[in-house]
């Protein structure tokens, strides 16, 4: 018998292929696994509304650990755990892409918070289903302090010098990390998916032991991390993979269900 008792899984790169789907054989992997009484839980950098879906397509009935551990909400969008970034750090930071021209957009409510609807807004919209509001230049000066900030860059050296820069400006009031190439997200320095996953299996009654994570990542690597059984993704960043225990199929090759057959429904 398994004894792996919770699953998290990341969504992009990880759970859901690059049509952003899960594959049959990753449902059938995750539904097998709950039938043996393993909970599964989604742990992702995106905000609940945009991972609500497939929330609902595998049926789970946990917390959804979301914005990279800076909320959990339950499956029917109440908020259990919210940590918002420090309103005047979000000030700051707003300013510093303002005066650079970076595109910047913020999650406030749980809803995303655009200045115009331009060419990354109608992307990352259509892509990531986001529920949006368009509010001008009211997003630099926000009255309510947002769960994260993200800044869309022209690629990773990009994003590595602005992940870098503002550690070093904002240093412990700030939790700063790569989600993917182009994407720089922000959040209270509480938050990090390991940080979370801990404690949600902790509410569980579960040691991190008997924890299977799964990502692909830089910001994955605290959950594969701390986790009993900590699996990088094939297609997951080197660092994750160096982090990890094992090292899964891609997610276009169906890693998830690999793994899950691999440690829980033949284990």
């Known amino acids: 018998m398994t004894s792996i008792r919770l699953i998290a899984l990341d969504l992009d790169g990880t759970l859901l292929d690059s049509s952003l789907e899960i594959s049959e054989d990753n449902k059938n992997a995750v539904r097998g696994a709950m039938e043996l009484g393993v909970s599964v839980v989604i742990n992702t950098g995106r905000m609940f509304r945009s991972s609500k879906a497939f929330v609902d397509q595998l049926s789970l009935t946990g917390p959804v650990i979301c914005y990279n551990g800076a909320m959990i909400c339950r499956p029917d969008g109440e908020v259990t755990f919210h940590e918002p970034l420090d309103i005047e750090v979000a000030r700051g930071l707003l300013s510093i892409f303002r005066d650079r021209g970076i595109y910047v957009q913020s999650y406030v409510d749980d809803i995303l918070n655009v200045r115009e609807n331009d060419g990354e807004t109608v992307w990352y919209v259509k892509t990531f289903g986001a529920d949006w509001r368009l509010v001008g230049d009211a997003l630099y000066s926000p009255v309510t302090a947002p769960t994260k900030l993200l800044a869309i860059t022209d690629g990773i050296e990009q994003s590595h010098v602005i992940r870098d820069e503002m550690s ?60 009993g059984i900590g699996i990088a993704m094939g297609n997951g960043l080197e660092k994750i993979k160096s982090a990890a225990c094992d090292i899964a199929p891609a997610n276009d090759e169906d890693g998830v269900a690999w793994a899950i057959r691999k440690y829980v429904l033949e284990a």
């Open 168 to 227: 070093e400006l904002f240093g412990d009031k700030l939790y700063v990390t790569i989600s993917n190439s182009n994407f720089v997200e922000m959040m209270n320095p509480a938050a990090n998916k390991g940080r979370r996953l801990a404690h949600v299996a902790r509410d569980m009654g579960i040691g991190m032991e008997s924890v299977m994570a799964l990502g692909d990542g830089e910001n994955d690597i605290e959950m594969v991390s701390c986790a």
